[in-house]
């Protein structure tokens, strides 16, 4: 088990990018949580998962838990960064067919920037 660390990096469009390293597992789920909780993402929130190095159902929870709360606040959200083993994750359980996905947390904060602008 490794640490869960978070770095977080705002956009002067609102924008915010979470970046999240370690694992994502029953320990340490709720510290993603508690994060999200405390920041405003009214531009949009990516969640890069580069630094990821494991993931249970705990942790999907988390995440799915935010993607939901940007939904009911009409934002978007994004995913990036997922290693294959992740991705493989998602695909089974669905995740990749509600969230959209990106490699890097630059083409996600894009694809965020331009949804927004055609939504206006």
């Given at each position: 088990?490794?640490?869960?660390?978070?770095?977080v990096?705002?956009?002067?469009?609102?924008?915010?990018?979470?970046?999240?390293?370690?694992?994502?597992?029953l320990?340490?789920?709720?510290?993603?949580?508690?994060?999200?909780?405390?920041?405003?993402?009214a531009?949009?929130?990516?969640?890069?998962?580069?630094?990821?190095?494991?993931?249970?159902?705990?942790?999907?929870?988390?995440?799915?838990?935010?993607?939901?709360?940007?939904?009911?606040?009409?934002?978007?959200?994004?995913?990036?960064?997922?290693?294959?083993?992740?991705?493989?994750?998602?695909?089974?359980?669905?995740?990749?067919?509600?969230?959209?996905?990106?490699?890097?947390?630059?083409?996600?904060?894009?694809?965020?920037?331009?949804?927004?602008?055609?939504?206006?």
């Amino acid at each position: 088990m490794s640490d869960l660390t978070f770095t977080v990096e705002a956009s002067p469009s609102g924008q915010c990018v979470l970046d999240v390293t370690g694992d994502l597992d029953l320990h340490t789920a709720h510290r993603l949580q508690h994060t999200l909780d405390g920041l405003a993402f009214a531009g949009g929130l990516v969640i890069d998962l580069s630094g990821v190095t494991y993931c249970d159902s705990t942790g999907l929870t988390a995440l799915v838990g935010a993607y939901r709360r940007t939904q009911a606040e009409h934002t978007g959200f994004a995913l990036c960064g997922t290693s294959q083993e992740l991705t493989r994750i998602f695909q089974i359980v669905g995740i990749d067919q509600i969230v959209a996905m990106y490699d890097t947390a630059d083409q996600a904060s894009q694809a965020l920037r331009d949804a927004a602008g055609r939504a206006r």
